[in-house]
């Protein structure tokens, strides 16, 4: 373990630790055999603990599977853009480095494997489905939103829906993507060039510069 991550260990209190363990326990296992066929026994007995403070602190399975849903988010899909990164950058070139960074994180196996009993889950129950979809994609759209709509007002594109916008762009990037990857259509997602091709009519109709 690297001498970053012990610090960050060294900073959570006891409950956030026993949460961390609890939700890193869950997801192994998710991933090993499967949502469905793991109970929760199993996460108590891999993580340590007890069976009431699994309760306590997530509700349920679902409350675990979400869990693990926005922990991954937040570590891959919702990092902030490194300013130093992208201070030489145009808004162009913004752009497409978070394009590259979405594709990438949402083609990885985890990714793949979280996404596919998310789905499953939502399907069976909508509560949880509209749940996942305020934890997760209203929070993407936001952040893009965010920043379209500051180059807008900054007079660096011609947006007038910035929103709209926002969801049209991650449909481009991900959309179908995903959706093929998922039916285990295809497991190629898009390269880089590929993205390029598709993001200029997107650059050139909002006047992105």
């Not at 296992?29 to 306590?56: D, H, M, N, P, W």
Request: charge should be negative; include cysteine; glycine fraction near 4%.
């Amino acid at each position: 373990m690297s001498e970053t991550i012990l610090r960050e260990v060294d900073r959570l209190s006891p409950r956030e630790r026993r949460q961390s363990a609890i939700l890193d326990a869950a997801e192994s296992l998710f991933l090993e055999q499967g949502y469905e066929r793991t109970s929760l026994a199993e996460i108590v007995k891999r993580s340590g603990g007890s069976l009431a403070t699994l309760y306590e602190l997530f509700g349920n399975k679902q409350g675990l599977l979400r869990a693990i849903a926005t922990r991954w988010c937040d570590e891959t899909m919702f990092r902030p853009l490194d300013p130093e990164v992208t201070a030489e950058m145009s808004n162009i070139e913004i752009l497409k480095h978070y394009a590259y960074r979405q594709s990438e994180t949402m083609e990885l196996p985890r990714a793949i494997a979280l996404m596919r009993m998310l789905m499953s889950e939502s399907l069976r129950d909508r509560e949880f489905a509209l749940q996942i979809y305020r934890d997760l994609h209203l929070p993407a759209i936001a952040e893009l939103t965010e920043l379209l709509a500051g180059w807008a007002t900054a007079g660096r594109a011609e947006i007038d829906d910035p929103e709209a916008a926002a969801k049209l762009f991650l449909d481009i990037i991900v959309g179908d993507s995903m959706l093929n990857t998922l039916a285990g259509v295809e497991d190629e997602w898009l390269d880089q060039k590929q993205i390029d091709w598709r993001l200029q009519p997107f650059i050139s109709h909002f006047k992105i510069r």
